[in-house]
């Protein structure tokens, strides 16, 4: 072999080991480390918003002190994860305590017999993202309903970031016994619709390839352009190449017919709620993937004549602001009052007929 040839090879060969050696110190990184955060949704000043640029994040409460930031999740058998039982920690700024069911608020208790009960199923915009828990829409319908009705009403929230209508179903099967409710708000959504685009997934949902590019990538994340979702940067529900809803339309049809069942199996009404979001006071159309999500819970209303709780149309009616908003789909606390009120009125109307 001619010696350029020998170089030329050597070359090739020590290339070769040197990046097969970084992709191995690559996997043992990822072994030994934990896994990549779910990357949040840009914060104003951070990616393009909608008008005004979500004023609503001005409300948002301060960080109270003495209690660790952040909930990591805990794995939790069919639900795939949950708030870590019987703790209290921060979330967004606010005091969250978790139950012994791994949900918001307090534990359990059976039911008064002159009580009223709501559990309220979804996700961070049922959980109450940034709301302290007395002001989360579930406990203010509580409250009027209670002072309309003079007689008890309280809320379980069923809420937790992240869940999809499956993970809901789930919630409901597990504790729907236990919670002895006597009626049960279906408000999953935007996690189920939601469109995954980040910088370490491929079409399809696969990961990149390589350890490398995914632990560079994890590395450089806060340096990189923000990751987007299906709302986010003006294409609000937006369907593209490479993006794929959590649960299709189909599996979220099916869960909710079974959400409904499993409601009137433990003696409880199933009442929809349709979440509202900035989009819906823009002027330009809601996008199709969005409507097509919030239909099948109008549908579901309409097949099985339950109440229906409509978030947008009411949030328009009593001209809601992007301040009754944290960010592209959270309400803020004013939206969550907003909400509340919607959903006793509505309960308070179905009771008068």
Not at 154 to 160: E, L
């Amino acid at each position: 072999m001619k010696p350029i040839h020998r170089k030329l090879g050597f070359t090739f060969f020590a290339i070769f080991m040197g990046l097969a050696g970084v992709e191995a110190l690559a996997r043992i990184v990822e072994r030994i480390s934990l896994p990549p955060p779910l990357r949040p949704l840009p914060a104003p000043g951070e990616a393009e918003c909608m008008p005004d640029c979500m004023p609503g994040v001005a409300s948002l409460p301060d960080q109270p002190s003495g209690l660790p930031r952040g909930i990591p999740m805990a794995p939790n058998g069919r639900r795939a994860w949950a708030l870590p039982s019987n703790t209290t920690m921060v979330e967004t700024n606010v005091a969250v305590r978790v139950n012994a069911d791994g949900l918001r608020g307090p534990d359990l208790t059976p039911r008064g017999e002159n009580e009223l009960r709501l559990l309220t199923l979804g996700d961070s915009s049922v959980f109450g993202f940034g709301v302290e828990e007395d002001r989360v829409f579930g406990a203010v319908a509580s409250a009027e309903l209670s002072a309309k009705w003079s007689r008890p009403v309280s809320d379980v929230n069923g809420g937790t970031p992240g869940y999809t209508s499956v993970q809901a179903l789930a919630v409901l099967e597990d504790v729907g016994t236990r919670a002895q409710p006597t009626h049960v708000v279906i408000a999953t959504l935007w996690s189920d619709l939601f469109q995954t685009d980040t910088v370490i997934e491929r079409a399809g949902g696969q990961r990149a390839p390589l350890a490398a590019y995914r632990v560079a990538a994890r590395v450089l994340a806060p340096w990189l352009p923000a990751a987007t979702v299906g709302w986010t940067q003006g294409d609000v529900g937006a369907e593209a190449p490479g993006r794929t809803a959590r649960v299709g339309i189909e599996q979220y049809r099916r869960t909710l017919e079974q959400i409904v069942k499993t409601t009137r199996a433990i003696g409880a009404e199933p009442v929809v709620l349709v979440l509202p979001a900035p989009i819906d006071l823009d002027q330009q159309p809601v996008p199709e993937l969005i409507e097509a999500y919030r239909d099948e819970l109008i549908d579901l209303a309409r097949r099985h004549a339950l109440i229906v709780v409509d978030g947008p149309s009411i949030f328009k009616e009593e001209g809601a602001t992007n301040s009754d908003f944290y960010d592209q789909v959270h309400p803020s606390t004013t939206g969550h009052e907003r909400l509340g009120k919607a959903l006793a009125a509505a309960l308070l109307k179905a009771n008068a007929n």
